[in-house]
Structures are given as C-alpha cells and as structure tokens.
C-alpha cells in the first residue's frame, strides 16, 4: 500500500527473543497506530502515536512497546516474545480531521515458537 | 465482549446472489468505516458514513448507517467472484469532550467467498 512501509513482511522468533517492527511513512501523516489481526478477532489496537515524540496505549498494549523518535517512522517492539503474540502486525496512518480514513501497510507476518 | 458485533463471519455465496453483512453495537459512533481485505494486504477504505440514516452507493456496494449511528450494513446486489475477501467495519466511538484521536473500533470482520 503507496504510503506505509512495513519491515520486515514475515519473522519467525523463539521465545524470550526480542525484535522491533517499522512502520515508515510518506505522507506526512500525524496520526500513526499499530494493530494486531488474529482470525475471528478484527483488528486490536495495540499503541497509537498522535504525532512525533508521543505515544498512548491502546486495547491491547501489555508486552509491546512502541516509539516515534521521528514523524515518518513508528516503531513496535517486542522485549520478551511469547507464543500469544503470533499474529499479523499492521501499521496504519491518518491524517488529521474528523472521519479521516486509516491508510494500512501490508502487515507483519510475525510466528513465535 | 465484542464492542462492535459484525455478522455474519463466513458466507459462501454463488455468483449473482445478494447478500448483507450487519454491524451492531450498543455504543453511538461519530463516523463508520467499512474496509475490504485481501490475501497479504492490508485493509483498504470502502466507505465512510457519518450522518445517521446515510446510504451511500459503491456500484453494486450500498452502505447505510443506522439512524442512531448504532448500526450499520453492507448489501452487495449480485456479487461476482472479484468481491471475494473479507470485509470490516470499523467506528470512530463518539465521546463526550475529549478527542478519540482517530481511534477505530473493528468488528471481526465477514469472510465472503463468491463462487463462478
């Protein structure tokens, strides 16, 4: 999806293992988010940043941490995997302003073992 | 508990049948979105509804949002096999004051599968 870049596409860990994903944007967006898709379950939000230097907790935030050092790039992270967290990862970015739509990557397929 | 109930999960249809997928909940939204996703993709936006009572027209897609912006559904009138993969609503929660910061709330999501 032209926008949003998601690295790396699939990751296999072992548990305890530890691994960071980004999300790098080109559209200058304010609004970035990380969500993980588990079947029957939607999508989750994970963390959400509002802009550059902040970040929030989101439905699902325990055992992920997250980063926006710099506007474009959105960092998830994960310091100790666990087998739970076997999912597909989606960035997604918004642009200001009410009723906006999420523009997403094409995902992490991410397998902890 | 689910804060967006969407149904049906799977439906398998043959090609020229109609169907509806339903999005309910007991919470109002600002705003609802319905996205479609494929294979390896990442969601993409359909349609975004924000007035309650709204219908709004994607060629064979119709999208209405419930008058009390509670509920909302997708009808597709004689679907063909290029309307294969799964479809997700999403709402923006209306709150009172504070902002939601874009923050969606997704259903989970209807598995259409249309055969030739």
């Known amino acids: 999806n032209a926008g949003v870049t998601q690295t790396p596409k699939f990751r296999v860990l072992k548990t305890g293992q530890s691994m960071t994903l980004l999300c790098a944007q080109d559209?200058?967006?304010?609004?970035m988010y990380w969500y993980r898709q588990d079947p029957g379950m939607g999508l989750r939000l994970i963390h959400y940043?509002?802009?550059?230097?902040?970040?929030a907790k989101g439905e699902v935030p325990d055992g992920y941490n997250v980063s926006r050092l710099k506007k474009q790039n959105f960092l998830l992270g994960l310091e100790s995997a666990a087998p739970s967290q076997t999912s597909v990862y989606f960035c997604?970015?918004?642009?200001?302003?009410?009723?906006?739509?999420?523009?997403f990557g094409d995902g992490t397929r991410l397998s902890i073992l | 508990t689910q804060l967006l109930e969407q149904s049906p999960q799977f439906l398998s249809i043959q090609e020229g049948e109609n169907l509806t997928v339903y999005c309910n909940s007991s919470s109002v939204f600002s705003s609802l979105q319905w996205y479609r996703q494929e294979p390896g993709e990442g969601p993409v936006l359909l349609v975004t509804?924000?007035?309650?009572?709204e219908v709004k027209k994607l060629k064979r897609l119709t999208f209405q949002f419930g008058d009390a912006r509670k509920d909302s559904s997708l009808h597709i009138t004689a679907a063909q096999p290029g309307d294969t993969g799964l479809y997700l609503c999403?709402?923006?929660?209306?709150?009172?004051?504070?902002?939601?910061?874009?923050?969606?709330?997704f259903g989970q999501g209807t598995i259409l599968t249309v055969h030739p």
């Open positions: 999403a709402g923006a929660l209306a709150n009172a004051g504070g902002t939601s910061y874009g923050k969606l709330t």
């Open positions: 559209m200058n967006h304010e609004y």
């Open positions: 509804v924000v007035t309650g009572g």
């Open positions: 997604a970015i918004r642009a200001g302003g009410s009723a906006q739509p999420q523009h």
């Open positions: 940043s509002v802009g550059e230097g902040t970040t």
